[in-house]
T-cell receptor, first 112, second 108 residues
Framework: EAQVTQNPRYLITVTGKKLTVTCSQN?????MSWYRQDPGLGLRQIYY???????DKGDVPEGYKVSRKEKRNFPLILESPSPNQTSLYFC???????????FGPGTRLLVL | KNEVEQSPQNLTAQEGEFITINCSYS?????LHWLQQHPGGGIVSLFM???GKKKHGRLIATINIQEKHSSLHITASHPRDSAVYIC??????????FGEGTQLTVNP
């Protein structure tokens, strides 16, 4: 089954404790992206990747890092989480070049 | 002003009604996406348009590139259509910019 998986689905952490949210797709898609969704602000892009070893900043990259060492994986790293990073995070992938976007199930993060 | 504006923000309809959700954008785009987000939070892609019109079941999406406007129509609406509908524009480099969404409630 074609899918995008994210782990963990729910996470409660404390300020400053490094964390990684994993994202994996099994569709051999070139394009992957991370978004955060906040009430009143909608979905906003954090980082995206056009292919292996190619990443670029989206609209709200501050406080986040990503890497794309393999085509299927695109982890989101919060080196020193802060309460303003409490949010619902989505990973997505697409074939690129005007392809349908496939979203992961979301990760709900609470930073205390 | 946001690059992507949706209207209305909230919409309540009776089962069977014809529904229209609008999306206007202010930038040059390579494609426009309509997404559906159910109360559980999952996001599903409904349509991707670069011109004209697409139909899938009771859903129809249109786009007018010259006017920078797209509409999503739902015919014979049903309570299971209740969800948030999100418009997103795709610009260079496959970047997506999203509207704030339209909360649709269809009452039986």
């Amino acid at each position: 089954e074609a899918q995008v998986t994210q782990n963990p689905r729910y996470l409660i952490t404390v300020t400053g404790k490094k964390l990684t949210v994993t994202c994996s797709q099994n569709m051999n898609h070139e394009y992957m992206s991370w978004y955060r969704q906040d009430p009143g602000l909608g979905l906003r892009q954090i980082y995206y990747s056009m292919n292996v070893e190619v990443t670029d900043k989206g609209d709200v990259p501050e406080g986040y890092k990503v890497s794309r060492k393999e085509k299927r994986n695109f982890p989101l790293i919060l080196e020193s989480p802060s309460p303003n990073q409490t949010s619902l995070y989505f990973c997505a992938s697409s074939p690129g070049g005007l392809g349908t976007q496939y979203f992961g199930p979301g990760t709900r993060l609470l930073v205390l | 002003k946001n690059e992507v504006e949706q209207s209305p923000q909230n919409l309540t309809a009776q089962e069977g009604e014809f529904i229209t959700i609008n999306c206007s954008y202010s930038v040059g785009i390579s494609a426009l996406h309509w997404l559906q987000q159910h109360p559980g939070g999952g996001i599903v892609s409904l349509f991707m348009l670069s011109s004209g019109k697409k139909k899938h079941g009771r859903l129809i999406a249109t786009i007018n590139i010259q006017e920078k406007h797209s509409s999503l129509h739902i015919t014979a609406s049903h309570p299971r259509d209740s969800a948030v509908y999100i418009c997103a524009v795709e610009t260079s480099g496959s970047r997506l910019t999203f509207g704030e969404g339209t909360q649709l409630t269809v009452n039986p």
